[in-house]
């Protein structure tokens, strides 16, 4: 296996960098630059040389040797001025050393992952950690990072071990009068597993906290639609003029409000027909991302809104501007009348829809494994074959299996350490 290196700090300059190095030639590669290998797991400092004896830096290096690392491989850090010729100089000499090369993205996680150092929820848990802009994003990150999900997993997976051997008994002794019967709990045992399932499956799903809840500006041409959406960003992101169909395509942007991440969608103004072939297709894409929202706000005609919409009363500063009767909120993005009303608003509702620290969130991967796992023990209750029986207890392990990584495809890999930064 290849030995590979990154830099796993943050982009320089800055005080410090750090660059690590993890594979079977991490030592030879520390003692090539440091002269000799430190105490394991002990800050040590060292003058740093590359091969033709020109000093690099005097910088801080550690040793961990396998499995004792976050890899599971020898690994070595070098911990370095933050210096942008400094990095460059290092990552030269390394990269000049027989058996290293740089690392792509998500490598490092990877190998942890493949040597049993984390799961596949853990590592699922720590890319969202990466990723999270919000409070409560680090604290669901965080706990699926530490192993929260993987426990209740490994819960599920041992109640379902337990169920399977009191069945496969019944199966290799079947002749034996003593043995016949399947334990007096079974049924009810299984239907409580399946229940928990359930309970999981109810609960708000991870895609909302990790994506931002979606909230979808949606009405006519000129509604005001590009002027809410910047006053909720703070910022000048969509462009606003009086001309109809000045929006063409979707613009979709990550803000926090009151700590709650969102994702806010403007878009192209509904109307029957596009004045030309572009702005048909931004009507045709809009349309798409009402169906997708979470909510929807919407400052068209009252009434003729999508089901569960919003309805906003904008532009209220204006004269003559169009009046709803029993608008959800009266609002004026220019002059910021009502617009507290709609943030605290959105804030409450967004956060009905979250998990709850502490609560279990399933993204769409898990929630289709374990969805599957619930109808594998559905069908294990409605039959009395030993033999299915135990095939539908079979199938509902291979999804626990899968949810923690057990079994995997490459695809299903590939997709998730590619949102991995290069380093991590």
Known sequence: MDTIFALSSGAPPAGIAVIRVTGPQAGAALEALAGSLPAPRRATRAWLKDAGGNHLDDGLVLWFPAPGSVTGEDLAEFHLHGGRAVIA??????GKLAGL???????????????????LAEAEGLADLLSAETEIQRRAAIANAGGALSRRVEAWREELLRL????????????????????????????????QLRIALDAPSAEPLREGFRVALAGPPNAGKSTLFNALLEKEAAITAEIAGTTRDVLVRPVAIGGVPFSLVDMAGLREQGSDAIETVGIDRARGEIDRADLVLWLGTEGEGPAGAW?????????????????????SAVTGEGMDDLKRSLVKHASGKMPRPGDLALNRRQRD????????????????????LAEHLRQARLSFDALLGRTSTEDVLDALFGRFCIGK
């Open 164 to 195: 399977s051997a009191g069945l496969e008994a019944v199966l290799d002794f079947e002749d034996e009068d003593d043995v016949a019967d399947l334990p007096a709990d079974f049924h009810r045992s299984l239907d409580a597993l399946a229940q």
């Open 101 to 119: 090369r740089k690392a792509q993205a998500g490598e490092f996680t990877r190998r942890a992952f493949a040597n049993g150092r984390i799961d």
């Open 311 to 331: 309805e906003i009363e904008a532009q209220c500063d204006r004269a003559g501007h169009a009046a709803k009767a029993d608008p959800d909120f009266r609002i």
């Open 89 to 94: 100089a290092v990552e030269q000499a390394l």
């Open 369 to 388: 494994l374990v969805a599957a796992a619930c109808v594998a023990l559905g069908g294990a209750e409605a039959v009395a074959d030993p033999l299915i």
